[in-house]
């Protein structure tokens, strides 16, 4: 069973950075795509990062580029949101998913980063930035 836990989030002033991280204690996130959602105040989860289990990268949301970086450790089986230059408009839970249905998204150019293609989600973890 799938058990997706995020850790990372908290409170810093804009221009700082944080490192979030999605692990699973009982589930090998190996084979599987991983992505970043964020879910602003009043506005619906959106994908950020989406990452291949043979590491392409996807993302779905311009205003991180160049800001964010999505990596993964398999010998942690840990996948990491790299949150630089951070703006109050980041503000948000943040969630991780896997897409444990799609077993070949190692073949994958573009990284699906749907909300409705991932299957097992963590509970989020809330990143505020602020002055």
């Known amino acids: 069973q799938v058990q997706l836990v995020e850790s990372g989030g908290g409170l810093v002033q804009p221009g700082e950075s944080l490192t979030l991280s999605c692990t699973d204690s009982?589930?090998?996130?190996?084979?599987?795509?991983v992505g970043w959602f964020r879910q602003a105040p009043g506005k619906e989860r959106g994908g950020v990062l989406c990452?291949?289990?043979?590491?392409?990268?996807?993302h779905y949301t311009d205003s991180v580029l160049g800001r964010f970086t999505i990596s993964r450790d398999n010998a942690k089986n840990t996948v990491y949101l790299q949150m630089n230059s951070l703006k109050p408009e980041d503000t948000g839970v943040y969630y991780c998913?896997?897409?444990?249905?799609?077993?070949?998204?190692?073949?994958?150019?573009?990284?699906?980063?749907?909300?409705?293609?991932?299957?097992?989600w963590g509970q989020g973890t809330q990143v505020t930035v602020s002055s």
């Open positions: 998913a896997a897409d444990t249905k799609d077993t070949k998204s190692f073949l994958r150019s573009v990284v699906r980063g749907h909300v409705w293609d991932y299957d097992c």
């Open positions: 990452i291949s289990s043979s590491e392409s990268v996807t």
């Open positions: 009982g589930f090998t996130l190996d084979y599987y795509a």
